[in-house]
């Protein structure tokens, strides 16, 4: 919100981070994004991820919780460690398949806003999804 | 000498006659039996030309007896040494030069006895009496006759000495046989004749020969001995009892008659011949008692109570159950009892030697070949209704030998059920003596009670044998099976792994795949033929369904091992319920379907795991939709009730069968026949991953259904 100098329904100035390990999914998620008009950064992993995060502000962050370097888990303890996401007030919400209720529940237990199950929606969801998130207070 | 006399002289000559043919019938080849019957001869010859000589006749008559006696006796020295020289072998082993000697002794004595030179006159003398004038070869006699009979006693001592068990016996009777004899011939033949200065007894002298020929024919003839130790026992007490007596009387008589001599008549007689009556008369039964008692301890130093022997095995049968304290204690009984040097069970299995308990046996006892053999003979021996086999019984043979070997005395074969179980075999007895009857009687009547508690022993101890390998064998299919368990549980987990992670890596190209096509179907559908357009339509149902199905895959297995957690948190199931209502618009504008949502109370608010209330959700309206007809309405309705949510999905479709009802919501379970088969398919997971997820969130799922009138699913989930 602190860089949402324009508001309205227009999301040209909300900034998205995705954070995402494959390919293939990374660039789906980027185009799908930049298309409705958001300004999107990616990262392929938690590392890549954290610099950006610690240099850059971002109106929400999809992270992927399963990545090589630094999964999404690290990446939360670590951002919480350093309290980057109370000072920034960061709205991350977690990519994530089916099967990985451990880590949901540790993801929640950081104050993720939710989780999308990558497998189960389609590319309309994931961008009503990030809608209903952004809109949130 | 009368009617009296004639009938003992006659009984005598019988008998010994008798006891020679019965001697030489047992065996006529053995020597021993020969020599007997010889020597009996001479002894009937004797006793019946002594009883010639003592008949009244003139001087020359009676000369002629005495002389025949003498021709008749002088072999009998010789015939009783050589006897005691063979006895009891069948061969004649005596050297040709003291053979020689011998002949030449018994010669000159047999030629002399008809000569003057050995009774030169006799004179006949009141009361039937007479006396004899020797000649001087009557030393040669008495040299030759004394002197080989007391060859023979040497002989015979030193043989009794060397000799143990039957052997021992044998030596034993003959030489009291020698003994009697002698003595009583003496007391009846000398001491009558010098001290009574008459010859009235003279005439039994020779029937105390048959001691000698009985005894020796017994201990040559005879098995088993009790019967006649009791009889040679009573007989040696009574013979002992009476020359005591007669020497007390003898004595007595002449002593006190030298010292009344001076007043010597008939009163004094009288008084004399009282109080001697009286002495023996109160002195009969105690010297009787004593000795019966020397005796006694002579012949029956081994004697013990068989019946309370009996009892005292009987005991220890009953309170022995393992057969090792069992046969040990019935040797040592055995052994301490009997006088016996040492015992053994040969216990056997299928005829051979399965186990072993001995007391003073050492090594093997027997060779499994000598085994066999003893075993063989027992199993066969059916003339002996005991079966007991006696050593000092047998002839000569192979059984013989082997028990000589294993220096085994007796074989008690222990039957149960006519089969042969084992062997209780036993050495010599420790006195050097022989089994008597009393002996065998015992053991035969021990040996059934033995036999039954020897074979409850061991089926007891196999019954214990085969718990201890039960238990182990118990223990070691355990092991086993905790072994496989542990395998299993190990698999079952490499299972759950190697599902989670293929599911993980197949659902990432495949949301790849699915949402590319997805952004070709709904963002470039312009670029797409009406054909292309349907084709690619589906690639992405088939797409969706292949991450359904690896999904549904994936609960299951963690279903199963117990994987799924909940993270319960509060939410409006009519939120989540117009949510599922969106999502499934797409197809449900495909198939003309609709979907209506009501609830009783929009605010009913559940807790539970909103991800799993929306897999619920999803797979029974999704199977409503699939299972209906087109146009068809399809209904969610929330309410409540006692704490609980309720949802309930209903569709009019063709209804499912009572038949498939009850299978439903098992796994793999396709309703047959009672749907159109959708094309899209299904799992045959979803209403048991379904059910599985409404019970582990504390809710209940059944269903209301009727054929041709539609379904309804009903779950409930506590209310937040």
Not at chain 1, 131 to 137: E, I, R
Not at chain 2, 57 to 70: C, D, P, Q, S
Not at chain 2, 176 to 191: A, D, E, K, M, R
Not at chain 2, 209 to 214: I, K, N, P, R
């Amino acid at each position: 919100m602190d860089n949402g100098t324009n508001a309205g329904p227009v999301n040209l100035a909300k900034k998205i981070l995705v954070v995402e390990d494959e390919q293939y999914l990374r660039d789906l998620y980027v185009e799908l994004l930049k298309e409705d008009g958001y300004e999107v950064a990616s990262a392929i992993d938690g590392e890549i991820a954290y610099d950006l995060i610690t240099k850059n502000s971002y109106d929400l962050v999809l992270l992927d919780l399963v990545m090589p370097r630094m999964p999404g888990i690290a990446l939360l303890k670590k951002l919480s460690d350093q309290d980057h996401l109370r000072k920034q007030k960061l709205k991350i919400v977690v990519l994530t398949n089916l099967g990985q209720d451990t880590v949901i529940a540790e993801a929640i237990s950081f104050g993720v806003r939710g989780y999308i199950i990558k497998s189960d929606v389609t590319p309309d969801k994931i961008l009503s999804e990030v809608k209903y998130y952004l809109a949130q207070p | 000498m009368g009617l009296f006399a004639s009938v003992v002289v006659g009984f005598t000559f019988l008998i010994n006659l008798l006891l020679g043919f019965t001697a030489y019938n047992n065996n006529p080849k053995s020597w021993t039996n020969r020599l007997l019957a010889i020597l009996t001869v001479i002894l009937a010859s004797w006793t019946i030309f002594n009883f010639f000589a003592l008949l009244p006749g003139n001087e020359a008559t009676r000369l002629f007896w005495v002389r025949i006696v003498m021709l008749v006796t002088s072999p009998m020295g010789a015939v009783t040494y050589l006897l005691a020289s063979i006895f009891p072998k069948d061969k004649f082993s005596v050297s040709n030069k003291k053979l020689s000697v011998i002949y030449a002794i018994v010669l000159v004595t047999a030629v002399m006895s008809m000569s003057p030179w050995m009774f030169t006159s006799l004179k006949n003398l009141p009361n039937e009496n007479f006396s004899l004038t020797p000649g001087p070869a009557i030393a040669l006699f008495a040299v030759s006759h004394l002197g080989l009979t007391t060859l023979a006693f040497i002989v015979l001592i030193k043989k009794f000495r060397q000799s143990k068990g039957r052997l021992r016996f044998q030596f034993l009777l003959f030489l009291l046989g020698n003994i009697f004899t002698f003595t009583l011939i003496t007391v009846s033949n000398f001491v009558a004749v010098v001290f009574l200065g008459t010859i009235q007894y003279t005439f039994i002298g020779p029937t105390f020969t048959l001691f000698l020929a009985g005894f020796i024919t017994y201990a040559i003839v005879k098995h088993r001995f009790l019967d006649i130790r009791l009889f040679v026992v009573r007989s040696v007490t009574y013979a002992l009892l009476i020359i005591v007596l007669a020497f007390i009387y003898a004595y007595g008589f002449y002593v006190i008659g030298q010292l009344l001599l001076p007043v010597h008549s008939e009163i004094s007689e009288f008084l004399i011949t009282t109080f001697l009556a009286l002495v023996m008369a109160f002195s009969f039964q105690p010297l009787r008692r004593f000795i019966q008692r020397i005796t006694n301890n002579v012949f029956y130093q081994e004697h013990y109570d068989a019946a309370q022997l009996l009892g005292k095995m009987g005991r220890i049968m009953a309170t022995n159950i393992l057969i090792e304290p069992l046969t040990a204690e019935i040797i040592k009984q055995l052994l301490n009892n009997l006088k016996i040097s040492r015992g053994a069970f040969l216990l056997l299995k299928n005829g051979n030697l399965n186990s072993k308990y001995t007391d003073g046996f050492s090594g093997d006892i027997l060779s499994e070949k000598d085994l066999q053999i003893l075993v063989t003979h027992v199993s066969q021996d059916k003339a002996a209704a005991d079966g007991i086999v006696v050593f000092e019984e047998l002839a000569e043979g192979k059984i013989k030998e082997v028990l000589r070997k294993a220096d085994i005395s007796v074989v008690v074969p222990l039957s149960s059920k006519k089969e042969l179980i084992g062997l209780l075999v036993l050495g010599e007895k420790s006195s050097g003596n022989v089994y008597n009857s009393e002996d065998i009687n015992f053991l035969e009547i021990l040996a059934p009670e033995l036999s039954v508690a020897i074979q409850n022993s061991e089926s007891y101890e196999e019954i214990r044998k085969f718990n201890i390998t039960l238990q182990q064998e118990i223990e070691k299919a355990t092991q086993n099976l905790k072994a496989v368990n542990q395998k299993l549980k190990e698999m079952d987990q490499l299972k759950d792994e190697f599902i989670s992670i293929t599911s993980h890596e197949l659902r990432t190209p495949m949301t790849a795949i699915k949402s590319y096509v997805w952004m070709v179907l709904n963002r470039h559908a312009d670029t797409l033929t009406p054909k292309t357009h349907e084709y690619l339509d589906r690639v992405y149902k088939s797409s969706d369904r292949l991450i359904r199905l690896v999904n549904d895959m994936l609960n299951v297995s963690r279903i199963e091992s117990g994987r799924v957690i909940l993270t319960p948190l509060k939410f409006k199931l009519l939120d989540l319920a117009e949510d599922i209502k969106r999502e499934v618009q797409a197809r449900l504008a495909e198939k003309k379907q609709t979907v209506t949502v009501s609830a009783g109370d929009p605010e009913i608010m559940v807790l539970a795991d909103r991800e799993k209330v929306q897999q619920v959700f999803e797979n029974l309206v999704g199977n409503s939709m699939k299972y209906s007809p087109d146009g068809s309405p399809i209904s969610i309705e929330i309410s409540a009730d006692k704490g609980f949510a309720k949802v309930t999905v209903s569709d009019k479709g063709k209804g499912i069968g009572k038949d498939d009802l009850s299978k439903l919501f098992k796994k793999f379970s396709r309703v047959e026949n009672s749907q159109i088969a959708p094309p899209e398919g299904g799992t045959g997971l979803g209403l048991y991953i379904t059910k599985q997820f409404v019970e582990l969130s504390g809710g209940k799922i059944w269903v209301e259904s009727e054929m041709g009138k539609g379904s309804k699913f009903i779950f409930s989930l506590p209310l937040a």
